[in-house]
């Protein structure tokens, strides 16, 4: 059984609102590490509120079809058993914080303490989270001085601390500089391995750094389901997101006839200097 499993989800934001998802099923099995790609409008943001359990609520319903997480549809499950299951973290993470917290320690604490564990189990959890994103030194700090990297590190040990089967992560790093977006795809990439991580994004960067399946959502719907040299090569890639460079040179040296038939594209820097080197060695 999928963890998640997305059945002909067709979905708008009222009766006279555009359709937002339109006829979309996805499924996700527990441990995968999935990026779903889109561009502005695609309605990337709105999946990852669908997979995370924030929707349906109130009169936001599907037209038709369901989410299912472990076979059961997200009304059916109870907030406690939606916390234990998935968390969703944003990629605003002054928003992810519970305002009722005066330390790091606090606002780890604060989510385990609602779910009524003994105090020894949240204690060993808030440690856990403490080191997993590298927060220890920040423990005593107040959550609303730190800078936004230190935050969204902490939204997500705050998330984590919940011990959920799955994390979706929606443009965790949109607002970051580039050295902060690396720390935290590295701290990220550290997470155990056994956590379904869903990540949503308008960047290739991050993806390529995290998931090894790649969903590629354009107007509502899938128009692509696979690994990374299968979505790069699809015509919609780059025209949403434009193409690594070091992927756009070596495309313009096949259309040339100068890269082997079957080699795959590089998709960072270091995979093409080992194949340009190789490629220019069986030339010469």
């Known amino acids: 059984m999928a963890l998640i499993a997305i059945e002909n989800l ?15 099923s996805l499924s996700i099995e527990a441990g995968e590490r999935v990026a779903i ?4 409008g695609s309605g990337k943001t709105t999946l990852a509120h669908w997979i995370a359990g924030w929707l349906p609520r109130a009169a936001m319903n599907a037209t038709s079809g369901a989410v299912l997480a472990n076979g059961k549809a997200w009304p059916a499950w109870t907030a406690l058993e939606r ?11 002054m928003q992810q914080l519970s ?6 320690y606090d606002e780890l604490v604060f989510g385990p303490g609602n779910l009524g564990l003994e105090p020894d189990e949240i204690r060993k959890r808030a440690d ?10 920040l423990v ?10 230190e935050q969204q590190r902490l939204s997500i040990a705050a998330a984590l601390v919940m011990h959920p089967k799955a994390l979706v992560l929606d443009e965790p790093t949109g607002n970051f500089d580039p050295e902060s977006r690396d720390n935290l795809l590295d701290q990220i990439n ?14 290739l960067k991050p993806a390529l750094a995290i998931a090894k399946r790649f969903v590629l959502l354009d107007g509502g719907r899938i128009v692509a389901d696979g690994g990374a040299q299968e979505i790069l090569s699809h015509p919609r890639t780059s025209a949403i997101f434009g193409m690594p460079a070091v992927m756009e040179a070596a ?10 038939a079957g080699e795959d594209l590089p998709l960072t820097f270091g995979r093409a200097q080992e194949q340009f080197g190789r490629i220019t060695h069986v030339a010469g």
């Open 10 to 24: 067709v979905f708008a934001y009222g009766p006279k609102m555009p359709v937002i998802l339109d006829g979309l």
């Open 37 to 40: 790609l889109g561009g502005n």
């Open 83 to 93: 916390a234990e299951a998935v968390q969703f973290v944003g990629q605003i993470p």
């Open 99 to 104: 305002g009722f917290a005066f330390t790091v």
């Open 128 to 137: 856990w989270a403490l080191d997993i994103c590298n927060l220890r030194h």
């Open 140 to 149: 005593d700090r107040d959550p609303f001085t730190l800078s936004g990297g």
């Open 190 to 203: 550290r997470l155990p391995s056994d956590l379904t991580i869903i990540l949503c994004d308008m960047a």
């Open 251 to 260: 495309l313009l040296l096949q259309q040339a006839g100068h890269w082997p």
